[in-house]
């Protein structure tokens, strides 16, 4: 049986990364047809896809799973400190990101191209970052960690809102989520 620690990450991962996936599909269409984006549905979901890892998903890894896996092995050190690194440069990726957004809106085409590209090298960045944690974090774990680990992850995870780790309920994720579905053109099928 999964551990419920394990079907979070994975659960957090999909939501994550089928709005990653959005916002380069949708940008494409843009791009192809020549038109501007709907600048409300962009700003909603890149909310999402920047405010969800850093206030809900990495916590959990950098301060529970990631500090254990360390205890019990001296594998995976390496690519537990670029993980770890990663997620501190999460701010600032967002605040680059947020900008280029908003000299798109306000100055229109000359913009489009840089934020075009952050855009998508953030996408590219996440991606990468979960398919990491997938292939050799969540693996390593389910080698090393103890019952009392997994005990003690499995109820941290399923939490929708731990006050300790100043957690925003996931309930408000998953409705800020359904919210950016209906402000998506059909045709892209988040969801
Ligand atoms: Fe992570
Ligand atoms: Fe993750």
Do not use: C
């Amino acid at each position: 049986m999964e551990h419920a620690a394990l079907r979070v990450i994975r659960d957090e991962h999909a939501s994550l990364a089928a709005m990653l996936r959005t916002v380069s599909l949708l940008l494409a269409q843009h791009r192809r047809d020549g038109t501007a984006p709907d600048f409300r549905a962009l700003r909603a979901m890149l909310f999402y896809i920047t405010e969800f890892p850093e206030r809900l998903h990495h916590a959990k890894e950098s301060t529970l799973l990631f500090p254990l896996l360390r205890a019990r092995s001296a594998q995976g050190h390496r690519v537990l400190d670029r993980l770890d690194r990663e997620h501190g440069e999460g701010e600032r990726a967002t605040r680059e990101l947020e900008h280029a957004l908003i000299a798109f809106e306000m100055m229109g085409t000359p913009r489009r191209d840089a934020f075009e590209q952050a855009a998508q090298a953030y996408v590219d960045f996440y991606l990468a970052h979960m398919r990491l944690e997938e292939q050799e974090v969540l693996p390593l774990a389910q080698q090393v960690l103890t019952a009392g680990d997994w005990a003690l992850l499995d109820a941290a995870f399923s939490s929708n809102d731990d006050p300790l780790l100043g957690h925003a309920p996931a309930a408000e994720y998953a409705a800020l989520f359904s919210h950016i579905v209906r402000l998506v053109p059909a045709p892209l099928g988040l969801g």
